[in-house]
């Protein structure tokens, strides 16, 4: 039998280059400028969910990645090593297209946008919500007790039954955590005055030209060359000698920060899942036209059961090109395996949709591109919230640190995970 290949020390070894890979990478970097790092990433291409594709001069990103920053700290720090790059701040707008109109996001802050005998509907509805000493059950039954039956099935319902093809009512209550726009009843009338606009979760965002890779190369400014190993996929873990392998070398850490999927990294680690983690795949078309479509909108949701997609979002409205530029994002669930014949099947219904919303008319299709997020969200529910916590403490005890959207199996924004691995490098350090 050939001898097993020698073993490299590094003090930290970082599954995945994306965003909470890199960060960390960063972080502990800047705490401990001796520490040996080494990021092994199974894709040629570092980035994760933050790439960006160019194609006959559209630049698109996997999906629709629009930044909202809340801590001015990690958006400067980010900046810093962008020096002279163009990070436009942009005034949001978006839309819901309901019924054939174009009613402000979040829904359940306008409904005095709808016409009238739906606004009562609502309004009287909100006002004689259920009520109940006891919290609700599930992500379903919180909208239904929060927002009243109308709102819910109006919108919020059909909406996220879309994103997330799954029951709403096998969600925990607080599946979106904050990015669910949550309103009381005096917030929703209090909108109600005129030149009240509240936008929802965020007013604005930033978007660096070139797109979201542009944040992942500004990460990758400040690691030594050698840092990074490209095309290089952890495939198994051996928790007692602290040693990962991959095809090419074994590795031995003193700490393992992983930002695979959770299930993935219990798989290589040599664990069966206790429960079953589920999530929805998107799958995101890219599409570019010959000419100008919609000004005056950066993303527009869909709640209409009819159509395809349940969110599509102009680029060439942030930097006001002359051609249309959309993202178009589709929820697949868990299960789904969809082949390329089904993909093109896919993209043709979608082309249809947009004409029928009058996204496009007459448009000609210039170029595209297509990719499935798998996992995009993740079905946040009482199993998964335990299981999850008892796996990172489990496997944090071993050295093994479980971060970013996947490997927390959990709803957050790439300044989230920025936030979790400046915290983690701090107490590793
Ligand atoms: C549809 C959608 C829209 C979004 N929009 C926004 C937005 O507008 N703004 C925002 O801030 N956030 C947005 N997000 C969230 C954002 O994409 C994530 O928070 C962020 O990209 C997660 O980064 P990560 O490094 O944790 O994970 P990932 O980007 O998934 O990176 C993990 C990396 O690990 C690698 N990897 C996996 N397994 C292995 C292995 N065994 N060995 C080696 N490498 C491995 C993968 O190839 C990948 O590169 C969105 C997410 C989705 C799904």
């Known amino acids: 039998m050939a001898d097993p290949a020698p073993i490299e020390d590094h003090d930290f070894v970082v599954i995945g280059a994306g965003v909470s890979g890199l960060g960390f990478a960063n972080w502990i970097r800047e705490r401990d400028p001796a520490a040996r790092v080494l990021v092994l990433e199974r894709e040629a291409e570092p980035g994760g969910y933050c790439r960006t594709v160019e194609r006959a001069g559209f630049v698109w990103d996997y999906s629709g990645h629009f930044f909202h920053f809340r801590d001015p700290s990690i958006e400067a720090w980010l900046r810093a090593r962008m020096p002279g790059h163009d990070v436009r701040t942009i005034a949001k707008r978006s839309f819901i297209r309901y019924a054939g109109r174009d009613i402000d996001f979040p829904f359940q802050k306008n409904i005095h946008q709808l016409p009238q005998g739906e606004f009562v509907e609502c309004l009287v509805d909100l006002f004689f919500r259920p009520t109940s000493e006891t919290p ?58 005129p030149g009240a606009a509240d936008g929802g979760y965020n007013a604005t965002f930033t978007y660096p030209a070139g797109g979201a890779i542009q944040y992942i190369h500004a990460l990758l400014r400040d690691l030594p060359a050698g840092t990074v190993a490209l095309d290089e996929a952890v495939v198994a873990i051996d928790r007692g000698a602290r040693v990962v392998t991959t095809p090419r070398r074994r590795v031995r850490y003193r700490h393992l920060v992983s930002s695979t999927p959770l299930p993935a990294l219990l798989a290589i680690a040599g664990l069966t899942p206790a429960t079953r983690f589920t999530a929805n795949k998107v799958l995101v078309f890219n599409l570019g036209f010959d000419r100008k479509g919609c000004r005056g909108v950066h993303w527009m949701y869909f709640p209409d059961r009819t159509l395809s997609f349940y969110r599509v979002g102009w680029y060439d409205n942030i930097f006001d090109t002359d051609r249309m530029s959309l993202y178009v994002e589709i929820g697949l669930p ?88 400046r915290a983690l490098a701090a107490q590793l350090a």
């Open 334 to 421: 868990h299960d789904a395996q969809p082949s390329r014949a089904e993909i093109d099947a896919w993209r043709t219904r979608v082309l249809a949709d947009l004409a029928r919303e009058r996204v496009i008319d007459g448009h000609q299709l210039v170029a595209h591109h297509d990719v499935v997020l798998d996992p995009a969200y993740v079905h946040i529910t009482k199993d998964s919230l335990h299981w999850t916590a008892h796996y990172q403490r489990e496997l944090a005890a071993q050295g093994i640190h479980s971060v970013g959207r996947y490997g927390g199996w959990t709803y957050c924004s790439i300044e989230d995970n920025l936030v979790e691995t």
């Open 136 to 193: 609700p059950a599930s992500f379903g039954e919180m909208l239904h007790r929060k927002l009243g039956r109308a709102i819910t099935e109006k919108f919020l319902r059909p909406y996220n039954e879309k994103l997330y093809a799954t029951d709403l009512d096998t969600l925990d209550p607080d599946a979106m955590g904050r990015f669910f726009p949550h309103a009381e009843l005096a917030d929703i009338i209090a909108n109600m005055r």
